[in-house]
């Protein structure tokens, strides 16, 4: 009865690979985001859907970008990746009811090292 | 200036200590204030959220000085479980804003 998951939990690949990151929520909320925690332990906010429509997009290089194909998921894909890259990557959910409601439920995340 | 600065740490606690933890945001403008924590390795979770009148939940008292920007967690009688990072959060323009977090170790 997993809330949010993300698969692959662990992704080790090459500089200048592509690859896509999967994240799915069973809860019924309506928006979703995706994190990126780095190596000094700051999460940014990258990207946030709400019923599959992009409403956040912080200054990400293109070379990232989000996909949902329904309300339930938001998966990431990732071009040409940067040895900058490697980081923790968070899916999120939430049910925004008003402008003031902003509990979010993170999945497990996805441990990415560029080589 | 970062939007929420929160000292790193880590405090090193004996059991049964009190601890607080403090953090300031620099958008007056923010409208929601959380506490999340984080376990080493694992995602963050929402610890409780934190309103003006100041509010309490078992151990952990959170309190949020709007005119100072200011946002401290109380936590009372650590438990070893307690330790983990604590990370101060805002909302601003419908985005969650996360401080660098707060590492607890709670020791026997």
């Known amino acids: ?115 | 200036r970062k939007e929420v600065e929160q000292d790193p740490g880590p405090f090193n606690v004996p059991e049964g200590a009190t601890v607080a933890f403090n953090c300031t945001y620099s958008n007056s403008a923010s409208q929601s204030f959380f506490w999340y924590r984080q376990d080493c390795r694992k995602e963050p979770k929402l610890l409780m959220s934190v309103y003006s009148s100041g509010n309490e939940d078992g151990r952990f008292t959170a309190q949020l000085n709007r005119a100072s920007q200011y946002i401290s967690l109380l936590i009372r009688d650590s438990k070893l479980s307690d330790s983990a990072t604590y990370l101060c959060v805002v909302t601003q323009g419908g985005k969650l804003i996360f401080g660098q977090g707060t590492e607890l170790s709670v020791k026997p």
């Open chain 1, 1 to 115: 009865d997993t809330a949010v998951s993300q698969t692959p939990k662990y992704l080790v690949t090459q500089m200048g690979n592509d690859k896509s990151i999967k994240c799915e929520q069973n809860l019924g909320h309506d928006t979703m985001y995706w994190y990126k925690q780095d190596s000094k332990k700051f999460l940014k906010i990258m990207f946030s859907y709400n019923n599959k429509e992009l409403i956040i997009n912080e200054t990400v290089p293109n070379r990232f970008s989000p996909k949902s194909p329904d309300k339930a998921h938001l998966n990431l894909h990732i071009n040409s990746l940067e040895l900058g890259d490697s980081a923790v990557y968070f899916c999120a959910s939430s049910r925004v009811d008003s402008p003031f409601s902003y509990e979010q439920y993170f999945g497990p995340g996805t441990r990415l090292t560029v080589t």
